[in-house]
T-cell receptor
Framework: DGGITQSPKYLFRKEGQNVTLSCEQNLNHDAMYWYRQDPGQGLRLIYY???????QKGDIAEGYSVSREKKESFPLTVTSAQKNPTAFYLC??????????FGPGTRLLVL | AQSVTQPDIHITVSEGASLELRCNYSYGATPYLFWYVQSPGQGLQLLLKYFSGDTLVQGIKGFEAEFKRSQSSFNLRKPSVHWSDAAEYFC????????????FGQGTTLQVKP
């Protein structure tokens, strides 16, 4: 089955720790996106990538980093510089300028 | 500025009643418009989309939406709501000028009374 997978489902971060959220897609989509969702704030774009080895900052990129070494994968690292990381993180993919399809999400919690 | 407004944060309807969720957008070029639905703790599922052509679009689960350019609106409707429709609904806008990025509204939470 084609789709988008995110892992883990839940992730716990300690103070000062970097953590990495995984996003994999087998839809052969060129573009991939990372969103952060907080209650009452909708979805906010963190980073996006339209092609392998290239990515751009979204609206709230500070404290986050990404890589796009393979078409299928777009991991997101939440660094220690992100002071309020508790949120639901959603990954999406699309063909260029077309419909975005979403993964099931990762909930990040701070210990 | 590009934006999406969903005026209703929370809506409650009785099962079997009709539903309309409002969405207004501001976009400088021809918009692509989307409605997504999200169950608690889940990802977003596409309900329907409008790119061009017929302004009344049909989606999954019996939903439809109408694009009204003069009103900058893309309201979502369903004639008869089922208890399983209780969820959060997001309107989003994108387009050729936006390099594939979508702008999302704040979301509307739908509660269904038995």
């Amino acid at each position: 089955d084609g789709g988008i997978t995110q892992s883990p489902k839940y992730l716990f971060r300690k103070e000062g720790q970097n953590v990495t959220l995984s996003c994999e897609q087998n839809l052969n989509h060129d573009a991939m996106y990372w969103y952060r969702q907080d209650p009452g704030q909708g979805l906010r774009l963190i980073y996006y990538s339209q092609i392998v080895n290239d990515f751009q900052k979204g609206d709230i990129a500070e404290g986050y980093s990404v890589s796009r070494e393979k078409k299928e994968s777009f991991p997101l690292t939440v660094t220690s510089a992100q002071k309020n990381p508790t949120a639901f993180y959603l990954c999406a993919s699309s063909t260029r300028q077309e419909t975005q399809y979403f993964g099931p999400g990762t909930r990040l919690l701070v210990l | 500025a590009q934006s999406v407004t969903q005026p209703d944060i929370h809506i409650t309807v009785s099962e079997g009643a009709s539903l309309e969720l409002r969405c207004n957008y501001s976009y400088g070029a021809t918009p692509y418009l989307f409605w997504y639905v999200q169950s608690p703790g889940q990802g977003l599922q596409l309900l329907l989309k409008y790119f061009s052509g017929d302004t009344l679009v049909q989606g999954i689960k019996g939903f439809e939406a109408e694009f009204k350019r003069s009103q900058s609106s893309f309201n979502l409707r369903k004639p008869s709501v089922h208890w399983s429709d209780a969820a959060e609904y997001f309107c989003a806008v994108g387009g050729s000028s936006n390099t594939g990025k979508l702008i999302f509204g704040q979301g509307t939470t739908l509660q269904v009374k038995p």
